[in-house]
C-alpha cells in the first residue's frame, strides 16, 4: 500500500500562538509573521526532518512541523516517534524484517537506558516493567493502545504480550517456564477465537476489531509471570443483523459456511451455495477466512469438538433467523404472516437453537404487556416493522451471550488466584473515534470512551503539569490546549445530558 497522505496546511490556515493577553494588531501581525518565519525555516532542512525521534524537541510544534517529521521518518522505515511520555506509532502496511524479533526484545530488556534506544513499542514495555519492580507507588502499570481502524492496534497488543511473558520466561526456572509458555499460549490462542467471532471486514480494515479488549498480566513478587485475565467492552453487535455496505459479518459466519465438512453442513443445516441475508459480500475470500484455525484455538482453550459444534449450530441458526422475513396480515388484530418461503427457515431455526416453533414465532410477532394492580397480562400483534426489530434484537442478544461465554471460557483457562500474584501490567486496546453517515449507540459509546480518555491524559498531563509549573513559579510559555469537559457535560452530565434522556 502507498504511504498514508499527510495533510497538507498552508501557513496561512496554521494555528497563531496566543499569550492570553489583549495585544496591539500591529504587534500582533508581527508576532504571526515572525512565527510563520519560524516554521518556513523549520520546515526548510528537509534532511534533517527525520531525525526528530521525540517531537517535544520540534519547534515551533505545529500540526505541519509534527505531520512532516513523522512523514520524513515514515519514508526512510521509522515507523516509531517518541512525543513526551507518549509513543507515536505508524503502519508500515507490510511486514519488517526484525521489527519486532527476540532478539531486539532482549535489547531493550538489558539495556541500562532503554529510553536511549530508538523509539519503540518496546521501550514503552520495558519501562512499564521496570516501575513495576521499582515498587514505588503506582506500582500498578497500564498502556494504552488507541487509534484509528487499521492503525495497528491489535498487533501492538500482540508484541507486548510477546515482549512480557519473553520478560518473564527469561529469568525463572524450568518449571515456572512451563507455566508462564501455557499462559502465554493461552492467551495468545485466545486471538484467533476472539478475532473470528469479534472482528469484522470493514471498508477501512480486513480485519478490523469491532470490540475493546483489556488484557491484564499477572505478576507474583518475583515480577514473573504467574497469571492473565481478559476484559471485553462494546461489543459491536448489531452488526449481526446490519452491515453497512461493502462490508462483512463477523468473520466466524464466513468461516462455518466456507470451511465446514460435507458431514458438518448436514448436520448444521448449511447447504453449500445457500444465500442468507446477514451474510453479505460472501464472494470474497479473506486470510480471516480460516477456519481450521479458529478451531484448533478452541480446543487448545478447552472448547471440546462437542461444545464446538453445538457452537456452529446457534451461529447457523442465526443465519437462518436473518432470512424470517414477515408480511402485513389481511387483518390487524392478527400477528404478521409469513411469507411461503419463510416457513423452512423457522422450522430450521426452531431446531438449531432448541426452541420450539410455536414459542420462537409469538417471541417474534406477539407483544405481552403486564399493567394494572392485577398484574393483567395483554398480547398484542406486532406490526410487520416491530416484528423485523424483534428478530433482530433476538439475534444480537444471542450472539452477545455467546462471545461473553468465550471470554468466560478463556479466563477459566489463563485464570490464577489472587493470592499468587502482587501487581499487574494492564494492555488497553481501545476503539478510536468513530463518525460514520450513519451513527448508532455504538459510536456514542465508543467516542464517549474516547473522551474520557482524552480528558485523562489532559488533566495528566497538560493541566496539571502547567499548574504546577505556575505554583512553583517558574518561567513557563502556557500552552494552549482544548479542555473536553464541555463535551463531557453534554455527554453524562447532571441533571441534564444525552445519557440522562436516553435513560428516560
Known amino acids: 500500500r502507498p504511504s498514508p497522505a499527510f495533510p497538507s496546511i498552508g501557513l496561512d490556515t496554521m494555528p497563531k500562538q496566543e499569550n492570553g493577553q489583549k495585544e496591539d494588531s500591529i504587534i500582533q501581525n508581527d508576532l504571526s509573521e515572525s512565527f510563520e518565519e519560524e516554521v518556513r525555516a523549520f520546515l526548510s532542512d528537509e534532511e ?27 519514508a526512510v522505515n521509522l515507523f516509531y516517534t ?49 516501575n513495576v519492580q521499582s515498587q514505588i507507588d503506582p506500582i500498578n502499570q497500564s498502556i494504552i493502545v488507541s487509534g484509528e481502524s487499521g492503525a495497528g492496534k ?72 504467574s497469571s492473565a485475565s481478559i476484559q471485553t467492552f462494546l461489543l459491536e453487535k448489531t452488526r449481526v443483523a446490519y452491515q453497512a455496505p461493502n462490508e462483512r459479518n463477523f468473520h466466524i459466519f464466513y468461516q462455518i459456511t466456507k470451511g ?13 451455495g445457500a444465500d442468507y441475508r446477514w451474510l453479505p459480500n460472501s464472494e470474497r475470500n479473506l486470510d480471516e477466512d480460516c477456519f481450521g484455525v479458529t478451531r484448533d484455538a478452541m480446543f487448545h482453550l478447552g472448547i471440546d469438538r462437542s461444545t464446538q459444534n453445538n457452537i456452529f449450530k446457534v451461529l447457523s441458526g442465526l443465519l437462518h433467523l436473518g432470512n424470517i422475513q414477515f408480511s402485513n396480515p389481511v387483518d390487524e388484530s392478527q400477528p404478521c404472516e409469513l411469507e411461503d418461503k419463510n416457513k423452512d427457515f ?72 489472587p493470592s499468587g500474584w502482587t501487581s499487574f501490567i494492564g494492555l488497553l486496546d481501545v476503539y478510536g473515534f468513530e463518525a460514520f453517515p450513519e451513527n448508532n449507540l455504538e459510536q456514542l459509546c465508543i467516542n464517549y470512551a474516547n473522551e474520557k480518555l482524552q480528558q485523562h491524559f489532559v488533566a495528566h498531563y497538560l493541566k496539571a503539569q502547567q499548574e504546577e509549573y505556575a505554583a512553583e513559579g517558574l518561567q513557563w510559555s502556557f500552552i494552549n490546549y482544548q479542555d473536553n469537559q464541555n463535551c463531557l457535560d453534554l455527554i453524562e452530565g447532571n441533571p441534564l445530558s444525552i445519557f440522562s434522556l436516553l435513560n428516560e
Open 154 to 225: 491489535t498487533w501492538t497488543s500482540r508484541c507486548l504480550m510477546k515482549f512480557y511473558a519473553s520478560v518473564a520466561a527469561s529469568v525463572i526456572s524450568p518449571k515456572g517456564n512451563e507455566t508462564v509458555e501455557r499462559i502465554e499460549k493461552r492467551v495468545l490462542d485466545s486471538n484467533p477465537v476472539m478475532e473470528a467471532f469479534g472482528n469484522a471486514c470493514t471498508l477501512r480494515n480486513n480485519n478490523s476489531s469491532r470490540f475493546g479488549k483489556y488484557i491484564q498480566l499477572q505478576l507474583d513478587r518475583f515480577h514473573h509471570l
Open 82 to 130: 517518541n512525543a513526551g511520555c507518549s509513543l507515536v506509532a505508524l503502519n508500515p502496511f507490510h511486514p519488517i524484517a526484525c521489527l519486532y524479533s527476540p532478539e531486539l526484545m532482549r535489547e531493550y530488556h538489558v539495556a541500562l537506558r532503554p529510553q536511549d534506544l530508538k523509539p519503540h513499542i518496546f521501550a514503552v514495555a520495558e519501562q512499564t516493567y521496570r
Open 260 to 272: 465446514a465438512t460435507a458431514e458438518e453442513r448436514l448436520e448444521w443445516n448449511l447447504p453449500e
Open 346 to 417: 423457522v422450522k430450521t431455526v426452531g431446531d438449531l437453537l432448541k426452541i420450539p416453533v410455536e414459542e420462537l414465532l409469538e417471541s417474534l410477532r406477539i407483544r405481552t404487556i403486564t399493567a394494572g394492580k392485577q398484574q393483567q397480562v395483554f398480547k398484542k400483534p406486532c406490526s410487520r416493522a416491530e416484528c423485523d426489530t424483534r428478530r433482530d434484537c433476538l439475534a444480537k442478544v444471542i450472539y452477545a451471550k455467546l462471545f461473553e461465554w468465550l471470554v468466560l471460557v478463556i479466563n477459566e483457562s489463563i485464570y490464577g488466584d
Open 48 to 74: 534533517k526532518l527525520h531525525l526528530f525521534d521525540d517531537l517535544t524537541k520540534v519547534n515551533p510544534v505545529t500540526t505541519t512541523t509534527v505531520l512532516k517529521c513523522l512523514q520524513a521518518r515514515y
